[in-house]
């Protein structure tokens, strides 16, 4: 068929679908999908579950939800007018700063009118014959268009703990990430916290204030790290605001795109003065500093690591006034940075205070729990309030919420079931048409820099099929397989990989998540962009454009 042809019989195609695009979610890569694809010319809908947009920022409003990237370095770059009218006013702001931020930008480019909420994505089905999906939401409704996108999320399907006996309590209980609207009274109330993860620390730190008694049940500890937050006066803002080119030029350059970055000196090329001396200014150094721009061995030689660990090792005996309970809050079956790092403010202070206890559910396995409150294999404990913090089914759980079907009925789930397999962590092979923000395999870390850039190159791919008449665009086999291929790679050598982990796959929680797999890419974000601009410089040769 010659161009003419294929861009009259795309043009007929398209009067029977709904959109142009679909995007799923309301949140920081989907309102940012909209942008570009509206300024394509293309009809776009977006598809959110929630009542309001800002996806993890709406969900996670849980007391003490903030920020561990500097709020400046997080924000959108790509409006001079919107870095100009908006001002932090912290340098990690906390959730209620960050959903107004969202909702102002709902508004100031008017996005709303294209949001469909409270529209929960239950299918997607790829018609071959019309080159398009089908997407199914949870009321039935079903629209059609030639492309979706995937703006679902890392961290955006919590899950709960394998216990008996969960719906049996009779107070109020949630997960931190179905935190609900109208909040939770605790003040005066006996809490349990179940998990000390990076959710889990931050509320804990919130609710230990003002609950008559606190009780953490903790599986395994995190190495947390001080957050060293603050307010933002408004001279100092003016001035973040002169260097916003040079901040995000800095966050372009960086290995994870946060402001900080690897040093470049290895841990036994200093003495062991200069060594902790540097160690001491990144602990009182603010945000992932310590995590981020430590030695460039921290994550790959052991000994180098075990110092690092023995060091916060020392800090946290340093914090916590009872032995026993400092001993417990020291991880024993991973490094530090090996996981990621929870940031804290004042969080081991907390054990300190007499209305507060730590209970290790590795001591003290969780039997049930009951009406009254959790029994363990020691106790019963009664509690008025049960906040379950256990993290989410990461990178692919909330892909395998939604039934996706691309060419001759392939399920991406069970295309997955072994660990994902990605072209650049956006496209698929067997799923034309359909991209991910954000999704396996593609470059991680300060994830606004990376959304803006995983949006641009996905807007600049579809700009490219639409001006040319291009019905359907796949990634080959072959692309996936040399990209997982690089992906692995990239694995070898990390300390983080023989870790369990959400950043390796695992989640006990979940059915068929118990081994080990490649499930983010490890390299570079300045080595992920050369690889993408490479594929787009070629004119997209690599992928199959029908």
């Known amino acids: ?25 309301g949140g920081i890569s989907g309102m940012y999908q909209l942008y570009r694809l509206r300024e394509l010319g293309l009809k776009v809908r977006v598809l959110e579950t929630g009542t309001g947009v800002g996806g993890t920022w709406y969900w996670n409003r849980y007391p003490g939800a903030r920020f561990d990237s500097e709020s400046y370095s997080y924000g959108y770059s790509f409006s001079k007018e919107l870095l100009d009218e908006w001002d932090w006013s912290e340098s990690f702001s906390g959730q209620p700063e960050i959903e107004r931020y969202c909702n102002l930008v709902a508004d100031k480019f008017d996005l709303r009118k294209d949001i469909q909420f409270s529209a929960r994505v239950t299918a997607a089905h790829y018609d071959e014959g019309a080159c398009c999906w089908a997407v199914t939401l949870a009321d039935g409704t079903t629209y059609r268009a030639r492309f979706i996108v995937s703006a679902i999320g890392l961290l955006s399907t919590p899950t709960m703990p394998k216990f008996d006996g969960i719906e049996d309590f009779k107070g109020p209980w949630t997960h931190t990430g179905l935190w609900p609207k109208e909040g939770i009274d605790y003040a005066g109330k006996r809490v349990a916290v179940v998990g000390t993860g990076a959710s889990g620390v931050q509320a804990i730190q919130e609710i230990s204030k003002t609950a008559k008694h606190l009780t953490v049940f903790q599986r395994r500890p995190n190495w947390c790290t001080p957050l060293h937050n603050r307010p933002i006066p408004k001279d100092e803002m003016e001035d973040i605001r002169s260097r916003y080119p040079e901040i995000f030029q800095r966050c372009l350059e960086t290995a994870a795109c946060f402001i900080h970055t690897v040093d470049l000196r290895g841990t036994f090329e200093v003495t062991e003065e200069e060594r902790n001396a540097f160690w001491e200014s990144l602990y009182a150094g603010q945000g992932f500093g310590i995590w981020q721009g430590n030695f460039r061995d921290m994550l790959i030689d052991r000994e180098a690591n075990r110092l690092m660990s023995d060091f916060v090792a020392d800090k946290i005996r340093e914090r916590v006034t009872d032995p026993k309970t400092a001993d417990m809050l020291i991880p024993k079956d991973h490094g530090f940075g090996t996981r990621r790092v929870p940031q804290e403010t004042k969080y081991y202070e907390v054990y300190n205070r007499d209305n507060v206890k730590l209970v290790s ?21 009664e509690f008025d309030v049960i906040i379950y913090a256990t993290g989410f089914d990461a990178v692919t759980g909330a892909f395998d919420k939604i039934d996706i079907q691309g060419k001759g009925g392939a399920r991406l789930k069970e295309k997955w079931s072994g660990g994902p397999r990605t072209f650049v962590g956006v496209m698929v092979d067997d799923f034309p048409n359909m991209f991910m923000i954000m999704g396996p395999h593609a470059a991680l870390g300060n994830n606004p820099r990376s959304i803006e850039y995983n949006v641009d190159w996905i807007s600049r791919l579809i700009g490219h099929a639409s001006d040319n008449g291009v019905r359907q665009a796949e990634a080959p086999a072959k692309a996936v397989a040399e990209w997982h291929s690089f992906v692995s790679e990239k694995a070898e050598g990390l300390l983080s990989n023989e870790i369990d982990s959400w950043m390796t796959g695992i989640n006990l929680n979940v059915e068929g998540k118990q081994t080990r797999t490649i499930v983010r890419y490890s390299g570079t974000a300045p080595e992920y962009r050369e690889k993408c601009e490479a594929v787009a410089a070629s004119g997209y040769e690599d992928l199959n454009m029908d």
């Not at 003419?4 to 799923?24: H, K, M, Q, R």
């Not at 039997?367 to 019963?380: F, L, P, V, Y």
């Open 1 to 25: 068929m010659n161009q003419t042809a294929l861009a009259e019989n795309s043009t007929s195609n398209a009067d029977a679908l709904d959109f142009d695009a679909i995007v799923i979610g």
């Open 361 to 381: 559910m590795l001591e003290e396995p969780v039997e049930r729990i009951t009406e009254t409150g959790i029994r363990t294999s020691a106790q019963d404990y």
